[in-house]
């Protein structure tokens, strides 16, 4: 139970005197929520990045007791079917649907009525008392490269988005969560990182060691904000000598805060100096996706270090891992996966067996499928 927690936060209120530092120790779940009935590890990460839906006040407020800072995680520039309030989206506010993602479709960053909807959102994170958003999903031009969600106008979007819908909307966001006591990070979108970095206070970097764009971020290391980085290496957990290298080494990274995930971004997370830790969860938040890639075929090629050539260099990319059908062969010693797991997709390696009451089924057929 949280009661215990509770006791040392009798309310839930803005975050105004939240600071970010260069260099944080975080860890990110989107696949689960924290469970607290159990010690919450890593126990040293400060800042915790976590889905703004499925967890509760009670959660975030219990995990603030324990000097966390809790970042909330949504998406702001595409519409997910299986959110509550999916519904409230108009057909004018959609445009087309993701490739990888066919539940996914992309927004109108300039409707009042999505505007409304994510309003709506960020104060239901400072209501559960978050201390800062991590808007996903919002830049779309038609390039070869894409990265995140906010990256919308870099994407064949249906809706004609510019990179100017992406920066005003990003001024929208990071104004109400401001009027809130509210901090905003940038998700990725790196084209845009030189016109906003003055109106965020920390950026979630996708894979910039991968292909070779960290050194981007240079100049918003040295105004003092924390770039939060992520790497997917193919091997994770089991993370190889060569794999750390590429993920923690690459140039530009000077200041970062790094983690090693695997992309069902669950609990497990690896650190550059070799340490690991998995924080127990319970079910809910965002379903697990693939990382974004540039082709629709699977990629079949090992992981490298070496960067496609794209139309336009300022836009990380994602990759997909290759295709391994879920249940070919039975799972490895008999093992299963429990609610929420990976459990088959491209170059899965692991169990494909779901425990009893579960099925494994595909969430982005052929990259990823997962118990439900």
């Known amino acids: 139970m949280l009661c215990w ?33 159990t010690p919450l590890v890593p126990a040293d990460a400060p800042v915790y990045d976590i889905d703004l839906e499925g967890t509760s006040a009670e959660t975030i407020t219990a995990m603030k007791a324990m000097g966390k800072t809790v970042i909330c995680y949504f998406s702001a520039g595409t519409v997910e079917n299986w959110r509550p309030d999916a519904n409230k989206f108009a057909a004018a506010d959609m445009g087309s649907v993701l490739k990888e993602w066919p539940n996914e479709r992309w927004l109108k960053l300039s409707s009042d009525n999505v505007r409304s909807i994510m309003k709506t959102r960020i104060q239901n994170a400072a209501t559960k008392g978050c201390d800062a958003i991590d808007p996903d999903n919002t830049v779309n031009e038609n390039l070869t490269l894409i990265n995140d969600h906010l990256d919308g106008y870099q994407n064949t979007n249906g809706l004609n988005l510019k990179e100017a819908d992406t920066i005003d909307y990003m001024k929208f966001l990071s104004s109400f969560a401001a009027s809130l006591g509210l901090q905003t990070g940038l998700k990725n979108s790196l084209a845009i990182l030189p016109n906003i970095s003055n109106i965020v206070q920390f950026a979630v970097n996708e894979q910039c060691a991968q292909f070779q764009e960290c050194e981007q971020y240079d100049d918003f290391i040295k105004s003092g904000k924390p770039v939060f980085h992520i790497e997917y290496p193919a091997k994770a957990p089991q993370v190889t000598d060569a794999e750390k290298k590429t993920d923690c080494q690459s140039t530009g990274m000077v200041g970062f805060s790094t983690v090693l995930k695997t992309m069902s971004v669950d609990g497990w997370v690896g650190y550059c100096d070799g340490s690991s830790a998995t924080t127990s969860t319970s079910p809910g938040g965002e379903p697990p996706k693939p990382p974004k890639s540039t082709t629709t075929a699977p990629i079949t090629t090992p992981r490298t270090t070496s960067k496609p050539t794209p139309t336009k260099t300022t836009s990380s990319t994602t990759r997909k891992p290759t295709t391994t059908a879920p249940g070919g062969g039975g799972s490895p010693g008999g093992c299963t996966q429990k609610h929420w797991d990976q459990c088959g997709g491209n170059d899965w390696k692991g169990c494909t067996v779901c425990a009893a009451g579960f099925q494994c089924k595909g969430v982005s057929p052929p990259w990823y499928y997962q118990c439900l």
């Not at 927690?5 to 779940?29: P, R």
């Open 5 to 37: 927690f509770l006791a040392a936060c009798a309310c839930v209120g803005t975050s105004l005197g939240v600071e970010f530092a260069v260099g944080q120790k975080f860890q990110i779940v989107l696949s689960g929520i924290p469970n607290l009935d």
